[in-house]
């Protein structure tokens, strides 16, 4: 299959090769060294200081998912209640992708309309307002929490501001924030971005950094600044099917993507962040400097562009590509993505053949 | 922490390590290929067709899950109607050690008790036969299945006449049998073993080859000799958060274990298999000799010993193994366990210290 | 209580009172009969007979279930298979007003936009078109089964073209079609209505006859036209607590409903009804003569108006009536509902009043 | 069907007629009350004040469910958190008999071996302290609660001695301890009962008291000492599709059962155990006199008796009676319940065809 791919240019997603060469030597380094399992090790002991370091918690529990919608199954299940449900925007992750692992924990999941992917404080005010001035919510799902990704599934970013203000609601109303960050890297890395990893330490009572998409071969490391809000939260991940006997292999990936530059100080995944952040910059440079549409506004590393269908069939032949959906009957937005696995010469290449 | 193993044995359990060379081989060189995700790539065709050849099942669906709890949960949920439950040991996995992962997942788990961890088929039909004159069946859990683990938690076989007899019983009665393969390697090592894969194969509707604790860095393969069985198993994966984005990565560790030598035409995962009983062998016949008793008849990969208390706390200055169950006030049955990794140095040196 | 009760107009709902006279009778006339239990008497067993006439299904399976959302949660957790949610409108009962218990069984609940109340056959199509054209959508909840309620929860009512539209979908895309009966009487009272009970058994997989809201002390009927549709249903409706162990209670009160006039032919069911819409169909009149503004278009016992909240506040004083919603400021849309309890005299007060 | 009764003897259960003749009364006299639903009406307030009087539990949560095995999978599932299990005796209905309501509810049912259907504080400190000393048990279902039944299912009964033991190894160890009192009336009135209402209050965390198997035509009062236990337990129940909306029928049924006789000052709740204990203990004498062997030591409202399998099916001619299990090739054990419906003429009657 090598062969084959000497012919084509992989746009189609983040998630397409192995993981970043610090952490395939990691994995050799480290191959016979005998750990005890279940997220027990040292290696994961040192991810997890390393995380807390990072994110201003040094009391967090730190877990070591494979994935991420078993972390949010998991979370989610974990943090709310029987008789509540969770909000999210109708475009979210967990409304629409995830098969229904919500609901099969048992929880509804409530939509707000998205913009961009985002919804905003405004609204969840008022979810929160009508459903406590309805006399009949008693025979209704309670919002119990908040879920966001940052950035979102159409790599727009949640501002300070906008999750300040999505916070102050929560507290207000007592409910939980969980913020989805599957791809946080590039949300870290985006010029754009002034949501750092502190900001969602302090504002959130739940979120995750991904790995997976971002330099990985898996693993998504999910963080609770204060501990105490999941009781059990060891056997609760057992129950889910996601306690990984070699809990090591994330320990020494997240230690690895938290590991400081010597000379820098920079976060390796602060690092693999602005890799893809360049590459999809400049790929969005080309596109507009040839005319095409850029739509949703991603500032991060997942770049939505509006196609006319046949010359889309062409790009085709030579780029592997994300559908996005149909925009009316002769065009559709595809997706192309960068991680840190774009070379800026395929970027290039792919500059050539729009 | 690699300075303080120089002075500690690891026989506590078969996962410590990483992986296989050969795996960790083929991490390297497909590093930076590109393919696609969930488990719809080349090394995963690959890896499902020298299973299906392995096992004489050339219809069968093969996914990839990360753990055994993750795949007894999710298979075991997607073969049962919301009337039935699931008949195990006692000591099954699924009865002690996954945290109530079947139940919650809306399932019962009916236990008969084991003997060294196994049932047998007088068991079963008895069980089958009370349950279906009993008037108030209607308002009973139905069996709908059967969970067996080969080899079992305390390292015993069944042997190709118990399993067939127990899947005549299943066909009698029309329901299913589900094999927990998760160190199933040790059981196709083991020279008293009688039952092949393809005998799997033939009699069951459903098992899994364990990857994790049999040289792999993860991952066990479900195998469905009828894949029809359970519709929409992609589905279903997801929804219990078992999809896993970079199937590949299974793809290749199950396609290397399952690669024949290209002299001896074996498996690497029957080469895998017969280290970890050469060790295991010399072990019992070091302990045999000294004049410890050997408990439960494990043929594989476990060796289970009775200790007296006082020696123990001397031999766990050296030796990491697992504790199994006290033994009246001054004794222990403990565990050692060996693997791909054990070397046979360490095996004379534990000789030593016993 | 009953002092207080003088003094006030009750239309806050249609389950205020007991039981229609005759069902009372009957529970008089009955109530030293010994009989097994759990629905197997011989009362049951001519309801189920008389239910099974009315509704032109000779096979139907008939089960008596205690209340609406038990029947919605328990029917469709038995329909659907774990891969598949359930398509209903946003202001469906299951969407809203059942705390869940949809989402508890482990099922999304895919919301169309309701216009008052009601979603149609071309929503439903584009639903089932987008969701099959996707990609993606092995990683979504199927849709499985449509929910429909008539009434609706607006006291809106389908056309027999709207709803043999939907059934066609629905036969078209493989997906079971179910109704929500719980104000049925109603429906077939209004004289706008043309969906008969044999049409219901002849388009619907599944539906039930609301006893609760029509007359009886409490129980709705489950038809399941092939009851085949439905493996085990009595084990799964104990599973869910819905096993009633007196069910001769419910078969002596759907016996009685579907008792028929000896003179007139017609059903108790029938006269239930036309007595609630004779009297909402008064107090419609009486309003629209008044110049008050009617909302939704309700043509069976449900009347929602719009009200001056100062008015509004007087009302309060002498009648109970529902809150249905505010509108703007200074408005506010309430519920007036009739019964087979609510007598002419009582409407012609309420006239008054307003 | 009437004039078929003529000729037989009910023995079987003790739900097999309606109710006693003052609820009855009841119905009739407030059938054209109009009150709010939900349990929200003066005659669930009526209720639930004379319950917490009796049962000395002032503050106490008292909430109406329709039957017992609702009652116990609402109460499990609201009462344990996603790790853990309920205890309970092999035989307990928990366990056998509510098709895996528990488990559909999420959480396992931990059982121990009963003795004619009870366990001891023995027994569950035995299993809570090898569970606490268990080094993988956070791998496995934490003990949440007990579950006990009084009278048991063999219509043994708790000394106060040994539920009072129970209880404080419950508190030891921070469980929750839960008693379902489907026949409780049938314990209450028994002469060697010392349990009272009161003792229930002060000891359990959650019981339920019977009303469908104790002269209702249904219903079950749950009570929580400390409302506070389960927040949110209305919109619980609503999930659990448990919550009846003319929950006013149970509130009279339970004010009802739980009036004081005006000149005795007697609860009818204990009269109506009264006269079902009497017959049962004529009953027992009988079958004394007779040479029977009586089965479980059962001193409540169920006999248990051991008869040959010839004579069983001349007396099936003339008695409904249960099949309770086979004894050896010859013999059967069986089940005669008395009730608050059972007539002395015909335990006489019975008695002679013995």
Request: with cysteine; aromatic share 10%; net charge negative.
């Amino acid at each position: 299959m090598e062969a084959a791919q000497a012919n084509k240019l992989f746009f189609a997603s983040d998630y397409q090769e192995g993981a970043h060469p610090a952490i395939l030597q990691r994995f050799v380094e480290t191959n016979l060294v005998s750990s005890p399992g279940y997220g027990t090790d040292d290696f994961c002991m040192e991810a997890r200081e390393r995380i807390r370091e990072a994110c201003g918690t040094p009391e967090a529990g730190v877990f070591f998912l494979t994935g991420g919608t078993q972390a949010n199954a998991t979370v989610i299940d974990a943090m709310l209640r029987p008789w509540e449900g969770v909000v999210a925007a109708d475009s979210g992750h967990i409304s629409v992708h995830e098969a229904g692992a919500i609901e099969a924990g048992g929880h509804k999941v409530l939509t707000l309309p998205g913009k961009d992917g985002m919804i905003n404080a405004a609204q969840l005010r008022s979810l929160l307002e009508t459903f406590h001035s309805d006399g009949n919510k008693d025979h209704m799902v309670w919002p119990g929490m908040v879920y966001l990704s940052q950035p979102t599934e159409f790599g727009t970013l949640y501002s300070l501001e906008a999750l300040t203000d999505i916070h102050e609601v929560c507290r207000e109303y007592g409910i939980r924030l969980y913020v989805d960050g599957a791809r946080l890297a590039y949300a870290l890395a985006s010029p754009v971005n002034d949501v750092s990893l502190a900001d969602l330490g302090r504002l959130c009572d739940a979120f995750y950094i991904g790995g997976t998409k971002c330099g990985a071969f898996f693993g998504e490391a999910v963080v609770l600044p204060d501990p105490e809000l999941i009781p059990h939260f060891f056997t609760i991940i057992k129950q889910h099917g996601a306690l990984f006997a070699k809990g090591r292999l994330m320990g020494l990936q997240f230690g690895t993507l938290f590991d400081k530059d010597p000379e820098s100080g920079e976060l390796l995944y602060a690092q693999i962040g602005r890799t893809a952040i360049a590459a999809a910059d400049r790929l969005r440079e080309v596109l507009i400097q040839k005319g095409y549409t850029l739509c949703f506004g991603s500032p991060t590393n997942q770049v939505f562009v509006l196609m006319e269908n046949k010359q889309l069939e062409r790009l085709g032949r030579s780029v592997e590509y994300s559908f996005w959906e149909t925009h009316g009957e002769d065009h559709t937005i595809i997706r192309l993505a960068s991680s840190w696995a774009t070379r800026m010469e395929d970027v290039e290449r792919l500059a050539e053949l729009l």
